[in-house]
């Protein structure tokens, strides 16, 4: 049986220690500042691989914590799963907290998350709004909605949505992996993240929706705030070499069979695939226009 006040937070790390350290120091000072409350949060790092001491430095400076080791193939979602069916077995929690090593969370993100889950019905997942590190103010995602009818997908930021709109808790379709807390009961119901077919990317998108369709609701919280470092994030097409690799690369959110996977399970069957083609076209003549734009003379009166 779960025990209602324990919390795993799952971190799945490989390599980046600096990372870790910064967002290990984070999580201890949240705690500590929420110690009063009646919640334990216990901490899984899901290692898979690293070669940068990473273990070594855990266990000497977070005893406490529990480091599951990986041979490098798990990625994100395999890590995840990992952590889920480690914490099953030690701990019984009766939420996941899913979280990356390029987080650093707000001082009172505990306190905060602990005063919600008291009034949170079980049929619901919590995300966080996530900050960019290097302009803390600008909003990097609250999630996003996705309309399977037309296959578009948008993320709620401060790009794409008024400041207002987000200073609201807002129903979202989707989340990422940082900063949400999942119950017990979406995994029971929806199962574990699809490691097979979404290894890295797409993992918590695909999670989401099957939970949204199983009935859990899905609420993104402006006072969970986190920020995250996009600095090493994703993989980026610098050259040419490197965007047909975007089309195969797991660390590509362009990976071509992934996102093939995705529409057919999560768009319509024909006006879905629009939301597709167009994300591509998007993609290919944006990286066209930008080596265009390279070739061009830069003199003001070079065409005359």
Not at 28 to 56: C, F, M, P, Q, W
Not at 214 to 236: C, E, K, Y
Request: hydrophobic share 40%; glycine share 8%.
């Amino acid at each position: 049986m779960a025990k209602p006040n324990t919390i795993a937070l799952l971190m799945p790390v490989h390599n980046g220690l600096a990372y870790t350290r910064r967002t290990l120091d984070s999580i201890a000072k949240s705690l500590k500042n929420a110690e009063r409350h009646r919640y334990e949060v216990r901490i899984v790092v899901i290692d898979d691989g690293s070669s940068d001491n990473t273990y070594e430095w855990i266990h000497a400076n977070y005893p406490k914590i529990i480091v599951i080791r990986g041979d490098g193939n798990l990625w994100w979602s395999g890590s995840v799963n990992k952590g889920i069916r480690a914490a099953e077995e030690r701990y019984t929690p009766a939420y996941y907290l899913l979280w990356n090593n390029d987080l650093v969370m707000a001082e009172e993100f505990f306190k905060c998350l602990f005063n919600l889950i008291g009034a949170l019905p079980s049929d619901t997942i919590l995300t966080s709004t996530v900050y960019y590190l290097n302009d803390p103010k600008r909003v990097f995602s609250m999630g996003g909605w996705f309309n399977p009818i037309s296959g578009v997908a948008r993320v709620v930021n401060t790009r794409s949505c008024r400041k207002e709109d987000m200073n609201r808790p807002i129903d979202v379709d989707w989340f990422g992996g940082m900063g949400t807390l999942i119950p017990v009961s979406a995994v029971g119901t929806v199962g574990y993240f699809d490691e097979k077919q979404f290894p890295q990317y797409k993992g918590d998108f695909d999670f989401a929706l099957r939970a949204k369709k199983a009935g859990f609701r899905i609420i993104a919280h402006p006072d969970l705030m986190v920020w995250n470092d996009t600095s090493q994030t994703g993989f980026a097409a610098k050259n040419f070499s490197g965007f047909v690799k975007s089309f195969t690369d797991r660390k590509s959110q362009y990976n071509l069979v992934e996102n093939i996977a995705f529409y057919r399970r999560h768009a319509h069957k024909v006006f879905g695939w629009y939301g597709f083609a167009a994300r591509y076209f998007r993609y290919c003549a944006g990286f066209a226009l930008r080596r265009l734009s390279r070739r061009l003379p830069r003199s003001g009166n070079a065409f005359f």
